[in-house]
């Protein structure tokens, strides 16, 4: 079983930037593909980036691409995403989670675990 803890979220202006982190707990970490998803009000839950078990493949929402950074640290069980030029419509909030497969996928359900949550509020 896999505990994943968010953190790093809170509010900025529109350009800003923010890392998330996402600490895992209870197994081998670098087993895993984690991934980031987000959910704004109203909306149903959108992938944002993915990085695999090396970390040497990642994935991006056509949305976030060029401005996002995924990336993994597997010493310490933690994955980080880095969002630059944040924008108003990136408000949400943002999920971390982990499936134990080589395969990347940008599909909610396919992932075994999540965290909950931390919230990104970006003002204009």
């Known amino acids: 079983q896999v505990h994943l803890v968010e953190s790093g979220g809170g509010l900025v202006q529109a350009g800003g930037s923010l890392r998330l982190s996402c600490a895992a707990s209870?197994?081998?970490?670098?087993?895993?593909?984690p991934g980031w998803f987000r959910q704004a009000p109203g909306k149903e839950r959108e992938f944002v980036a993915a990085?695999?078990?090396?970390?040497?493949?990642?994935r991006y929402a056509d949305s976030v691409k060029g401005r996002f950074t995924i990336s993994r640290d597997n010493a310490k069980g933690t994955v980080y995403l880095q969002m630059n030029s944040l924008k108003p419509e990136d408000t949400a909030v943002y999920y971390c989670?982990?499936?134990?497969?080589?395969?990347?996928?940008?599909?909610?359900?396919?992932?075994?675990?999540w965290g909950q949550g931390t919230q990104v509020t970006v003002s204009s």
């Open positions: 990085i695999s078990r090396s970390g040497s493949v990642t």
């Open positions: 989670a982990a499936r134990s497969s080589v395969v990347l996928t940008t599909t909610p359900h396919q992932y075994d675990y």
């Open positions: 209870g197994g081998t970490f670098s087993t895993y593909g």
